[in-house]
């Protein structure tokens, strides 16, 4: 998507050999008319798909996610990191696991809102290790939901996200692919 | 606003005289339409006020705010409760007391997506007591930045939020302004 793929270039900043920086528009500051064009771009894929909810994480996961949302007429909902105050009813926990931070989150869906009659899109801003998606899809599962595809704005296709959903028979579609980060510049898959 | 008394009537929850739970639409589920709609209905009252920014804070506010930010083709910034691994620079920072969870948190934003030339509408997702609103008007103005308005889905008007709000010179604008929970039930501020 050539839209991105100018922001990643113009505004990206390589941190360190696998980490990427994209706070000024997609991770603290978003640039909606990219988020919108990013909707847009994966709805028209799945039109014809059936999909009855999307399912995303906080925090930056919801904006792509809403205007997926928007495009295909469904609800998005956003697993939570820590519980609120009004999670009250019965919920759907799965522990996701951070390299970045060597923490373990539990994160969790209220089990009102995904039933084994949906048909879900999981959506993420990024994609490396892949361990907040291994935990979006157990979520799914655990309500008995089918999911149609996982929906990522930036793949770091260097790291093992991927293949560790492909083995358990996920459809990952990302809309950039890095191939590395060395050298301070972010080289994409040629497609 | 017609469509959001009718989701907050029909899918709001009464948990106690002071919480008024709405994660079917809102805060844990999000109803991408409605959220397109109240952006829409915010924007087109501050298209004439020259805004250069939304800010708002994780994760409700995200949704209604990148609506607003995109019908005033200006970027959103959400303001992180926890500080993320790739913010390196300088942040603007403020404390924000929760009444409900007794907590302390430090909220911040990356110092360059705010300076003294922006107009900002702040967004969120609920006014109580203020608290979250006072920190991000407290970001703005370590940065410099004005404040147009304050930009709130639901205001629970039997709270102090407005008017300390009110009190140190900031406009509040809120969609809907519920007077009371009491019975169970949600009553309106008539207007």
Do not use: W
Not at 109 to 115: E, G, H, R, V
């Amino acid at each position: 998507m050539k839209e991105l793929f100018e922001k990643i270039i113009n505004e990206g900043t390589v941190l360190k050999e696998d980490v990427l920086k994209v706070d000024s528009f997609l991770t603290h500051q978003i640039d909606p008319e990219l988020m919108s064009l990013i909707g847009k771009k994966f709805a028209d894929k799945y039109r014809d798909k059936n999909i009855t909810k999307i399912v995303t994480i906080e925090s930056s996961g919801i904006a792509p996610a809403v205007f997926i949302g928007l495009e295909l007429g469904v609800p998005v909902i956003f697993a939570r990191k820590q519980k609120s105050l009004t999670m009250t009813t019965e919920l759907l926990t799965a522990s996701v696991y951070s390299f970045t931070k060597q923490t373990t989150n539990q994160i969790s869906i209220s089990t009102k809102f995904l039933t084994s009659n949906d048909n879900v899109l999981v959506v993420d801003d990024f994609l490396a290790n892949g361990q907040a998606a291994l935990g979006l899809v157990e979520l799914c599962g655990q309500a008995g939901a089918s999911v149609e595809a996982i929906n990522i704005v930036i793949e770091k296709a260097f790291q093992n996200g991927r293949s560790l959903l492909e083995e358990k028979g996920y459809i990952v579609d990302s809309l950039a692919r890095i191939t590395s980060l060395e050298d301070n510049k972010v080289h994409f898959l040629e497609e």
